[in-house]
């Protein structure tokens, strides 16, 4: 778990929304509560034949609109807490964008850079076979986040197919895409879908398009506007990328050991393809072009346009009043405190909560599922436009509700969710 109680912070947030809700005390129960907690010990040999215990989780939030969904996480400080909040965004996202999903959310601490990639392979396999019994097409279908990869789906998705055959024969291909289906993010070749790596930088940039269009901002110097992104993963080199071609400036990136930012913030950009080739080829951004920058001081740089696209509790009550971006992107999950939250409202910074700019990735990951469930494949441009619409459309909605109840986005975000997710309780 990074810093503030994630969990606390997603309550705290939940109970913003609940003022405008009339719900009966069950039903808040019901959403503050997962309804099923796994937490598994299971062992992993070694390179060097020794055996080591890993622990895991996986929290199952929600079920009231479809299957569990949410993405698993490898990383040092995943905690309870931190899974317990990462599924209740689960549930509330796929409700804000429309999906017939629920919310879940795994994770294992470990620091997978101190593995060797059989080491990794290994530990993703005797992850699934600990969760084995709780996952399924139907139940709870588990996607990449930090530090998980397309291959390390498909490690997993083998390793069901494995268990399942085991004791069901599979029998035919039908059976064998049903089951491949209670794993998104999968590589193309392997029952993956067109668009899933790019997907969550994709829906950020729809759903920044569409604030645009909603207010005038104009540029600190010039037409073009400029961004920062912290996080340099998949979604922070996505959602750089797509708003580099757009035709924005790229000014800062960062990863966890540190950034850059242009010589001159007025006038210069980052191409992020070539940072990302500088970065593999060095193993560093600090190497690459630019000026080197700490993760803090990128977060309070002058741009238009901030994306935290790397962990929780970046922006805090310490750093809030120091934030000159118009908009904060938030492309990582719960990546702001509530008490920074209230400074940002108050400053008339747009914030565009994390369960509405980073939904497009869950998105994918149901129209993945659904392909799979279906044997299908859709081709790149039907699921471009199929997530163009979705997340345009949950864009709309949480618009509309933040002008009628005078709130932030991310309490309409909130509001629009429950009020769906409510209907389907008894
Ligand atoms: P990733 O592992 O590909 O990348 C994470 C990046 O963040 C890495 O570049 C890492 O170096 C950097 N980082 C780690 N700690 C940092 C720190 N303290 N300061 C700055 N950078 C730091 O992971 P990802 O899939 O890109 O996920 C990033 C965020 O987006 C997470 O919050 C994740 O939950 C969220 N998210 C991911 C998806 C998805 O589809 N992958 C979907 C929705 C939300």
Redesign the pocket.
Known sequence: MIGQNPFENALTQLEGALKYLSLSQAQIERIKNPEKVISVTFPVVMDDGNVELFHGYRVQHSSLLGPYKG?IRFHPQVDMDEVQA?AFWMTIKCAVVGIPMGGGKGGVEVDPKNLSIAELERLSRAYVRAIAVDIGPNTDVPA????TTPQIMKWMAEEYLDIRNSKFKIRNENEKNMLMATFTGKPLDFGGSEGRTE??GKGGYYVLLSLLKKINLKGRYGEKLTVAV???????YFIAKFLHDYGMRVVAL???KGGIVVKDIKADSFNPEKVLSCKKEKGSLGECFGKSIS?EELLQLPVDILVP???ENQITRENAGKIQASIVLE???GPTTSEADEILFKRKVHVVPDVLA?SG?VTVSSFEWEQNLKSEHWNASEVERKLKEKMESAFEAVWEKQIEKKVDLRTASYIVAITQIMEKFV
């Open positions: 993405g990462l990449p986040d930090v530090n997907a969550t912290q996080g340099f993963g998949n979604v922070g960062s990863d966890s993760n696209a790397a962990l492309m990582a999950n980073n990735g």
